[in-house]
T-cell receptor, first 117, second 115 residues
């Protein structure tokens, strides 16, 4: 069964360093998403991406964050200069289409736990 | 602001007992509603969803949920708990204020099932 994969499963970095979190969405999916979950808090939407551009982003997704689909399979989240408060579990998701007025299931990856020291 | 509230961060039931996980939402427009489950070290898996039509929806693993507009609720139930149901459960909404392509999650409920 197709699944969303994420690497690495755990990333430890020093404050101020850049990190890139990688995701491989399901191959025929067109919409891609990043969410994060700070320990003990809710899963929060960060950004959605379609047709090589951001379609929606939250207020969390500031200039320190960027997303890219560098090739036909990977979808990456970059944090330019990590802060302590960026420590969280980051989930990638993908969906096949966004039908007009409807909603297609988002398939989630297992997450990358980012620890900023 | 739109939101989702899950009552009870931890729920513990005996094997074979009824499972009831509560979810309430706030929205000025009819939302799309979802329940996701997360097993340890795994991603979020869709259990069931309500978009339109029948308000009682059935999902995987014997779970079901009922959309009650008057109560702004979407509680998740399962008649008989199994040990394998132990996991974290998230209620989510979408379609609020045109935000069809993002999910707004509740804080989650961790379900424990004991023999």
């Amino acid at each position: 069964e197709p699944e969303v994969t994420q690497t690495p499963s755990h990333q430890v970095t020093q404050m101020g360093q850049e990190v890139i979190l990688r995701c491989v969405p399901i191959s025929n999916h067109l919409y891609f998403y990043w969410y994060r979950q700070i320990l003990g808090q809710k899963v929060e939407f960060l950004v959605s991406f379609y047709n090589n551009e951001i379609s929606e982003k939250s207020e969390i997704f500031d200039d320190q964050f960027s997303v890219e689909r560098p090739d036909g399979s990977n979808f990456t989240l970059k944090i330019r200069s990590t802060k302590l408060e960026d420590s969280a579990m980051y989930f990638c998701a993908s969906s096949e289409t966004r039908t007009s007025g409807g909603f297609d299931e988002q398939f989630f990856g297992p997450g990358t736990r980012l620890t900023v020291l | 602001a739109q939101s989702v509230t899950q009552l009870g961060s931890h729920v513990s039931v005996s094997e074979g007992a009824l499972v009831l996980l509560r979810c309430n939402y706030s929205s000025s427009v009819p939302p799309y509603l979802f329940w996701y489950v997360q097993y340890p070290n795994q991603g979020l898996q869709l259990l069931l969803k309500y978009t339109t039509g029948a308000t009682l929806v059935k999902g995987i693993n014997g779970f079901e949920a009922e959309f009650k507009k008057s109560e702004t609720s979407f509680h998740l139930t399962k008649p008989s708990a199994h040990m394998s149901d132990a996991a974290e459960y998230f209620c989510a909404v979408s379609g609020i204020a045109g935000g069809y392509n993002k999910l707004i999650f509740g804080a989650g409920t961790r379900l424990a099932v004991h023999p």
